[in-house]
Structure formats: C-alpha cells, structure tokens
C-alpha cells in the first residue's frame, strides 16, 4: 500500500513536468513544420525557376547546336576558299612564267629587228633592191617579222591582263577569307559567351537547390527526431498515467481491505458483548481482483547482339545499371562515353530518324528507329547533323558530342531499347 501510494504521489508530482515538457516539444515540432513548409514553398519556387532556365536553356543549347552547324559549315567554306587561292596562286605563277618567257622572245625580236639601226636598215634594204622578185620576197619577210613581233605584244598584254585579273581574284578572295575567319571567330565568341552564362546559371541554380534541399533534409530530420522524442513523451505520460490509475485501484482496495478488518473487528467485539444464544450474522467475502570503332553490321538488328560498334571512341564514365547520383534508386539505363566536345557521333546501325530535337535532361538528342522495336538513343550533344525523317546508313556522323542538357562535361549518353525497354548497351557492341 505504501509503494502505491508513494508512485501515485510520484505520478502527480511529474506528470506536470512532463506535460511541459510535451507542450514545449510540440511547439518546437510545429514551429519545425511551419519552416519546413516555408522551405518546399521556397523549394517549388526554385523548382519553378529553374524549370524556365532549363525552358531559356533549351533554346540556348538549341542556338549553340544551329550556330556549332554554321561554324562547320563555315570551315568548310573556309577550305573552298583556301583550295581556290591555291588554285589561284598556282595559275598565277604559270602567268608570271609565262610572261617571263614572252619577255624574252620579245627582247630577241627587237634586238634583232632594230641591229644596226634595224628601222633605217629595212629602209635601205627596201630602196637598194633591183630585182622586183627579190624585192617583194624581203618585204614579205619584213611583214612577216613585223606581224610575228605584234602577235607576241598581244600575246604578252594578254598574260598581263589575266595576270591582273588572277591578282584581283586573288586579293578577292584573300578579303572574303578574312571576313569569313572574322565571321568564323565572332560567332566561336558568341557561343563561348552562352556556354559561359549557360553554366553560371546552372552552377547557381544547382548551388541553391542543393543548399535549400540540404537545408530542408536537416528540417525534416529535425521534424522526425521531434516527432520521435514527442512520441516517447506521449507514450511515457500514458504509461505514467496508466501506472497511476492501477496505484490508485490498489490504493481503493487496500483502502477497502483496511475497512473491511476494521468492521470486522468490530463485529467481534460486539459478539463477545452478547449473549451466547444471540443469532450469528452473516460475514461479507470480497472477492479477487481481476519495419568504334571497327566494320559496321549490315544484317537485322535483332541479329546484331555483340556485332555493333560503338557510336564514339571513350571511355565509358558510367555502366548500365550503375547508381545514378546519390540516389540508390535511381539506376542507369544507359551508358556514359567521355568524348571531347565536336567529336562526331556516328550511327551504330542503319535506321530512321525518328527524333531529333532538344529534350529536357537529354540535351540535343538523337533517336533511330532500327526496325522490330528497336531503337538507338544519343544524347547530351552539341549539334545535331540529321533531322526527324532522314535515313542514315550504319556508321554514318548524325551529331557531335557535346554537353548539353545540363552536364559538366562533354560526353555521350548512349542506350538502346527493345519493345520500350532498356536492354544493356555493352551486350550490343563489340567490347
């Protein structure tokens, strides 16, 4: 009776520390949820956010593929016209040999025609002939001469003409080679500038998501220990309450034992003060408590399992079914090849382009149908050389390697798809 009443005295004494305690604890916890919701609101905003850079980068990703299109392009007209002023240069030194030559056979002529005082000693040849035959056969020598001398000035002015048009072609197109170069390099700038805002964008939106999800874990950690320790609390005030309504039920019946000796007693004292025929009265009972490279594969693509080479020289960054990030969860379904940007991407097997656009966490990407329900996947590129409905033959350029879609680094995402689901990449290509 005395532990009863002394862990009912108990019970009373620290039922309102732990009561408290309890209201402290809950005002934490709601003050815990009040942020935590302030945080997602905070969260989906980001999210938001983030959705339209990711909206902005599309675009930009897109620009950068058109404008990585336009410098190839330009490249290869910067060659044309590199092979034409070779051309040119060539032609001119057979003009300028030419003209060396001609230069020559008319300085022969004309020391021989103008010798001994050439003009005057025609004269006399002319005025000093007495046989008519004889006459007329050295006029005609002399017109002969005369007509041989004129042909080669024309000849000669000939050469320096086309050789002034060749020099004019030349210094042409050595003017549109500068303006293509300075076309070439303003347009590299330019998309050096967007890469550059691209990803400063992206590292702030990464760094503040990154610190607002860290920053809400740790709340909602804070929220479950809360949660736990309110728990204990509930469970140890029921029990305490519990503890004390038994000790007062033992407290009540110890109470009622002691009443019952007591009438007892008195009964029995009342019987020894009576006589003995006095009828006996009846006595009260209580009762008991109760948790590649290489040849490309021409055959079926069902029957190219092993046979296929790969779509980039790399190495491969990540495997088939390797864990993605940080999430357990989240598994590869695809590879991973390290490329340096601009490196053609070429097609693993002949098929049909079925896609080819800018796709959120794709980047520039690249989809052929191979028949049967096969299809090939290549992402995360920099420019796109085939459009939606081109066919391409096996191993031919249908994009170059980039890091579009939000990667840090250049590099080719990779996978095929049988019937819609993903089968291993490395199954499919020659190791």
């Not at 002939?129 to 050295?138: D, G, I, S, V, W």
């Not at 320790?229 to 140890?236: A, C, D, G, N, R």
Request: glycine content about 6%; aromatic content about 4%.
């Amino acid at each position: 009776m005395l532990r009863a009443l002394i862990l009912l005295a108990l019970s009373c004494l620290f039922a309102p520390a732990f009561a408290d305690e309890r209201a402290q604890t809950q005002q934490q916890l709601d003050a815990t949820r009040q942020d935590i919701a302030e945080l997602k609101k905070m969260l989906g905003k980001l999210q938001e956010e983030k959705a339209g850079v990711q909206k902005d980068l599309k675009s930009t990703e897109t620009d950068i593929g058109k404008l990585e299109k336009q410098v190839e392009a330009l490249q290869q007209e910067l060659k044309k016209t590199e092979g034409e002023l070779e051309r040119l240069d060539h032609e001119k030194k057979k003009l300028q040999s030419a003209r060396v030559e001609q230069q020559r056979l008319i300085a022969i002529q004309a020391r021989s025609a103008y010798q001994n005082n050439g003009r005057e000693e025609y004269l006399k040849l002319l005025l000093n002939q007495q046989n008519p035959e004889k006459f007329a056969r050295t006029l005609s020598y002399y017109d002969y001469l005369s007509k041989a001398r004129t042909e080669q000035l024309r000849a000669f002015n000939e050469t320096l003409r086309q050789l002034a048009n060749v020099e004019q072609d030349i210094a042409r197109q050595q003017e549109q080679l500068l303006a293509q170069r300075a076309d070439l390099d303003s347009r590299r700038q330019a998309l050096v500038a967007e890469r550059s805002k691209r990803q400063q964008v992206l590292a702030k939106l990464n760094s503040d998501l990154k610190a607002r999800d860290e920053k809400l874990q740790s709340r909602e950690q804070d929220q479950a220990d809360l949660a736990k320790v309110l728990k204990t609390i509930e469970q140890t005030l029921a029990r305490q309450a519990r503890e004390a309504e038994e000790a007062r039920q033992r407290a009540l019946l110890a109470r009622q034992a002691e009443e019952k000796r007591s009438r007892e007693q008195a009964l029995a004292s009342a019987r020894d003060k009576v006589p003995e025929e006095a009828p006996k009265k009846a006595r009260t009972i209580l009762g008991p408590v109760v948790s590649s490279d290489g040849a490309s594969y021409g055959g079926a693509f069902s029957a190219a399992r092993g046979k296929l080479p790969w779509p980039v020289n790399g190495r491969l960054l990540a495997r088939f079914g390797d864990t993605r990030g940080n999430d357990a969860r989240a598994k590869w379904d695809g590879v991973m090849i390290s490329a340096s940007a601009g490196t053609q991407v070429h097609a693993v097997h002949g098929g049909r382009v079925v896609f080819a656009d800018w796709l959120r966490g794709a980047g520039l990407l690249v989809i052929l149908d191979h028949g049967n329900g096969y299809l090939s996947l290549y992402g995360h590129n920099q420019s796109l050389l085939k459009s939606a409905g081109d066919v391409v033959k096996a191993g031919e350029a249908i994009s170059t390697v980039g890091d579009s879609g939000g990667q840090d680094s250049a590099g080719l995402y990779f996978a095929i798809r049988q019937q819609g689901r993903p089968t291993d990449p490395a199954q499919w290509c020659r190791g």
